[in-house]
Nanobody
Framework: QVQLVESGGGSVQAGGSLTLSCAAS????????MGWIRQAPGKEREGVAL???????RYADSVKGRFTISKDNAARTLYLQMNSLKPEDSAMYYC???????????????WGQGTQVTVSS
């Protein structure tokens, strides 16, 4: 079972930037697809971005051009660089992992506890 711990959330004004990190452990040499998912109160989960074991990335249309997902395999850390933040980006952000990249960008088997991002106008 993969263990995931997010950090880096916080409060920022619209137009600002934040970088989220996710430290992964417990998966040995197995490679995983990893992603970021967000959920705002009263809204459905939204797959924000994912990166497969080969480094190929995919983004939700709502964040394309503003968010960048990356990973450091040696450090076993996943990142989400968020620029030009908007109030509608406010949500709990979760790091997640699965053997294969889910088509829905939300169906993962391992999840972190989440980190809150709040963007004020």
């Amino acid at each position: 079972q993969v263990q995931l711990v997010e950090s880096g959330g916080g409060s920022v004004q619209a137009g600002g930037s934040l970088t989220l990190s996710c430290a992964a452990s417990g998966y040995g040499s197995v490679t995983y697809c990893m992603g970021w998912i967000r959920q705002a109160p009263g809204k459905e989960r939204e797959g924000v971005a994912l990166i497969d074991s080969g480094g190929t990335t995919r983004y939700a249309d709502s964040v394309k051009g503003r968010f960048t997902i990356s990973k450091d395999n040696a450090a076993r850390t996943l990142y989400l660089q968020m620029n030009s933040l908007k109030p509608e980006d406010s949500a709990m952000y979760y790091c997640a992992a699965h053997w294969l990249c889910p088509a829905t960008m939300t169906s993962y088997s391992s999840w972190g506890q989440g980190t809150q991002v709040t963007v004020s106008s």
